[in-house]
């Protein structure tokens, strides 16, 4: 998959010379509308201090996949074992990208939440034990309505 590169200031300079009225807001929005994305306040940063070029960093996309690439061996005991591999060959990928992108993400927030869940409750010591804060938490939220008898 092919992500789109990040903007570089000198890229930001050519947009803002080539406008009749240049802003900060407009440059970022003439690249957000081509694609690439880039608050205002990193355009005015560039601008301020001259245009002067920056080490492009990857796409966090990117990184990300690259964090799984290194977490894969290790989690599957496969030394050569990265992402496209395991695409390739898990079943359930095939599956998953024949499904719609909503459902797909939907279906990841569900477990990320989930797991999120289990392991707060697996490794936090119960609300209210260890301080007086906690208590005070567990309280609002008890009059929140939020806790149930038994958490």
Not at 8 to 33: C, F, H, N
Not at 38 to 61: C, D, M
Not at 64 to 82: F, H, Q, S
Request: proline share 8%; net charge positive.
């Amino acid at each position: 998959m092919r992500l789109p590169s990040s903007v570089t200031p000198a890229e930001a300079k050519i947009v803002w010379d080539r406008m009749d009225y240049p802003s900060t807001r407009r440059v970022a929005t003439g690249l957000a509308q081509s694609g690439r994305p880039v608050h205002f306040s990193t355009i005015a940063r560039w601008k301020a201090e001259g245009w002067r070029s920056v080490e492009s960093s990857p796409h966090p996309l990117e990184m990300a996949r690259r964090a799984i690439d290194v977490a894969l061996p290790v989690l599957t005991g496969d030394a050569t074992m990265n992402a496209s591999d395991l695409m390739n060959t898990d079943p359930l990928a095939k599956e998953l990208m024949k499904a719609p992108p909503e459902q797909v993400l939907s279906m990841a927030m569900h477990e990320a939440c989930t797991v999120h869940v289990l392991v707060a409750k697996a490794f936090l010591p119960p609300c209210g034990v260890n301080s007086h804060k906690a208590r005070g938490v567990r309280g609002s939220a008890h009059r929140a309505g939020r806790l149930h008898e038994g958490d």
